[in-house]
């Protein structure tokens, strides 16, 4: 789980150019990523656009939310506890990633939980539904302390919708999370179209545990 700085630092770029490629940064290219080095300091976008991340954009931190090594832009300095929360109470997440990705922001604005219609969301372990955290100004106490309840009362889903603003996801690494939104997405996407033909259909009730034994059956990850 150790990563070096460096290490940290070209995996978050990897991951914000395949988010910018799969359309998960809306036109804004408004998004925040970081990664954990370590239990206590992880690296995090400094600016708010991040199309054309180097790894000189971003910085060190701590969990506490100090500033290490680098500068921080204000508007990302707003953001620093909604990261170092999660890696707080999910030691297992080695990587933090926030947009505006534009179906399952839709998904936020209606105020609608994600239901758990799409088989590759069971494969990243989700096990329930995505939840919307209420709406509050972006880095405020209120709005991260909304998404840490969030994600402490739902452990089976690595990511909660911010209502009236868009995602959050976290996983292992930078790669890994972005597959978690680029999913997220994929699904939202596919609820949205299915309406037109009278609603997406839940999963049924044993498929998590059947996913588990097939995955296990062939020792697939993910
Ligand atoms: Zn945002």
Do not use: C
């Not at 300091?41 to 180097?54: H, I, K, P, Q, Y």
């Not at 990511?159 to 999913?183: E, R």
């Not at 997406?200 to 296990?216: G, H, I, N, S």
């Amino acid at each position: 789980m150790e990563m070096s700085i460096l290490a940290a630092k070209e995996a978050v770029v990897k991951a914000a150019h395949l988010l910018a490629k799969s359309g998960m940064l809306f036109r804004g290219s408004h998004a925040n990523l970081s990664a954990r080095v370590d239990e206590r300091r992880f690296v995090m976008t400094r600016g708010g656009s991040v199309a054309d991340l180097e790894a000189s954009g971003l910085s060190l931190l701590d969990l506490d939310g100090n500033v290490l090594e680098g500068e921080m832009d204000a508007t990302n300095k707003e953001v620093i506890s909604m990261h170092a929360g999660i890696y707080r109470i999910r030691p297992s997440a080695g990587a933090v990633i926030h947009t505006h990705a534009p179906h399952v922001t839709a998904f936020a604005v209606a105020h609608e939980p994600l239901p758990l219609i799409y088989e590759p969301l069971l494969r990243l372990g989700f096990t329930e539904p995505v939840p919307v955290v209420p709406w509050a100004p972006r880095g405020s106490e209120r709005s991260v302390g909304g998404i840490l309840e969030a994600a402490e009362a739902h452990p089976g889903v690595s990511a909660v919708l911010m209502a009236n603003h868009g995602v959050l996801v976290w996983g292992d690494n930078p790669g890994h999370a972005a597959q978690v939104l680029i999913n997220l997405d994929e699904a939202a996407e596919l609820a949205i179209m299915a309406r037109a033909l009278g609603g997406a259909k839940v999963l049924p009730e044993r498929a998590v545990e059947e996913v588990r034994e097939r995955m296990a059956a062939f020792g697939s990850r993910r």
